[in-house]
């Protein structure tokens, strides 16, 4: 029998936590995906609507995003551009068009170098986030991290709390570098390795792995240094 007909795979038997036996679905995430981290591939195992298992591997990756590269010494600079192309990718997901719209004009001009215009717009990117009640509902409690599940994990402690925490944070830092001020919490400098995303997003609801993966500010490797959301 045609394990995959069409190209489409079959669901496998598996055990579930409980012991009983439930499909096991595989739905492979990435590496080009709208909002999605370029290069990047998840092969989920679904049971119903939970991620059981996951498997990460990165496109021409040369070893980025190992937790080998992950203890090089020295940060690795993220520009406020970056930030705010992550940002959008969240947002976007989130279905905050407004605040997706301002995080991508932000960005432009972020690039384009116009620094009073970068600053209006992030200041007001920044406003809107802060004020949605519906983001924060939407965000609160999607992957919370505990400074127990950073020390485990080896991740960097801008990941602490759930996605709109993260999300918080990555705002000031970017309103910070754009007034040349300090961020209101320090930036460690670590990054979160790609290898650690399976372990992350093992136990999530489908529905929101693309959001906890968008939480994560990931940084882009340089093999994909330029993709940006359009």
């Not at 991508?104 to 215009?117: C, S």
């Not at 809107?128 to 080896?154: F, I, M, N, Q, Y």
């Not at 754009?178 to 136990?203: F, K, Q, S, Y």
Request: charged content about 25%; proline content about 8%.
């Amino acid at each position: 029998m045609d394990m995959a007909p069409a190209g489409i795979p079959l669901a496998q038997a598996g055990e579930d936590r409980d012991g009983l036996e439930m499909d096991v679905l595989q739905l492979p995430l990435g590496p080009v995906l709208p909002f999605w981290p370029a290069g990047l591939v998840l092969r989920c195992s679904l049971q119903g609507d939970v991620v059981v298992d996951a498997e990460a591997a990165v496109i021409d990756n040369g070893g980025y995003g190992t937790p080998e590269q992950a203890k090089r010494p020295g940060p690795m600079p993220v520009s406020a551009a970056v930030r705010c192309d992550n940002a959008l990718a969240l947002l976007a997901l989130a279905g905050a068009d407004d605040a997706a719209a301002r995080a991508r004009h932000a960005r432009d001009t972020l690039l384009q170098g116009e620094q009073d215009a970068a600053q209006d717009a992030v200041e007001r990117l920044y406003r809107t986030v802060r004020k949605s009640r519906l983001l924060r509902w939407s965000l609160r409690s999607v992957l919370p991290l505990t400074s127990a599940d950073l020390e485990r994990h080896g991740l960097p402690s801008r990941c602490l709390g759930d996605a709109h925490d993260r999300l918080l944070w990555s705002l000031d830092v970017i309103r910070a570098e754009t007034r040349n001020e300090e961020p209101v919490e320090p930036i460690d400098g670590g990054v979160v390795p790609w290898a650690i995303v399976p372990h992350l997003v093992t136990g999530l609801e489908v529905a929101s792995v693309r959001l906890a993966v968008a939480s994560l500010d990931l940084v882009p490797f340089p093999a994909v240094q330029e993709t940006r959301h359009v």
